[in-house]
């Protein structure tokens, strides 16, 4: 049951990354984030550069199996799961978020040891208005993985 | 508001070593930003926010969360462990006052 969600995930996961912004990256090559060309956009990869490290983001291995649209902004479910190892020498220390459109685009990051074991957490979090949410992990190795998506919300969460 | 009453979830029954295991944590926490304007007073409403949640479990530092006001209120946190031995899984919250709250819960490996 379990395994069929996670391949259900991925699969969706997968299409998301090639069909929007991984094909922009690849053909770009090594730029950050391609895809976005607003001015926060820029001002978010500044942002990201200083949580995460230097260097061009891969639109891979991330996951947040969200609904392109959130019913209450105050409450946005963010669900994240890693593809990546969890060995002593390979990896992921860290994934952070972030919403382009909140007036701070950092809302969080979370850190890990390879004993944390696979990276799949959830939390909730709130959005004024519709905005590009994007996650972000950072191998042991500095290897940075990306997933972002463009969400709307029904109802403002900045009340809450 | 209240706040605390912090809870952490784990598999009521036994886990076989190795098995990837579902924590669930949650905490009452008004979690305001310090951006919000109160609508009857039109005065910003004062930050009061989380700021770090901790998970120890098996001696280790498994999670290690930075949050911002950006996190939604009485925020619920999700995350998994892998199952070493049987022993409780500590988390911390702290906030930008300073104020701390823990909870815990013991994972029995069969």
Known sequence: MENKDMLAMNRRGFFHSVGSVGVAAAVVGGGVFVGTPRDASAAVDALIAEHMGPGAVTMDKVVVDTPDKAENGAMVRIPVVVNHPMEPNNYIEKVAVFVDENPNPFVASFAFIPESGPVDIEFRLKMAKASNVRVVAKSNSGALYGFTKKIEVAEGGCSG | ?110
């Not at chain 2, 990837?20 to 930003?33: L, R």
């Not at chain 2, 039109?42 to 911002?68: C, M, N, Q, R």
């Open chain 2, 1 to 110: 508001m209240a706040i605390g009453s912090p809870k952490v979830r784990v598999p009521k029954d036994p886990v076989k070593k190795g098995d990837k295991v579902n924590i669930k944590t949650m905490i009452q926490h008004p979690m305001e930003s310090g951006l919000r304007k109160d609508k009857a007073t039109g005065e910003v409403v004062p930050a009061h926010f989380i700021t770090s949640v901790k998970a120890v479990y098996d001696g280790k530092l498994v999670l290690d969360a930075v949050w911002t006001g950006a996190v939604s209120k009485n925020p619920f946190l999700g995350f998994h462990l892998r199952a070493e031995k049987t022993g409780p899984v500590e988390v911390t919250w702290k906030d930008d006052k300073g104020e701390e709250f823990k909870a815990s819960e013991v994972i029995t490996v069969a």
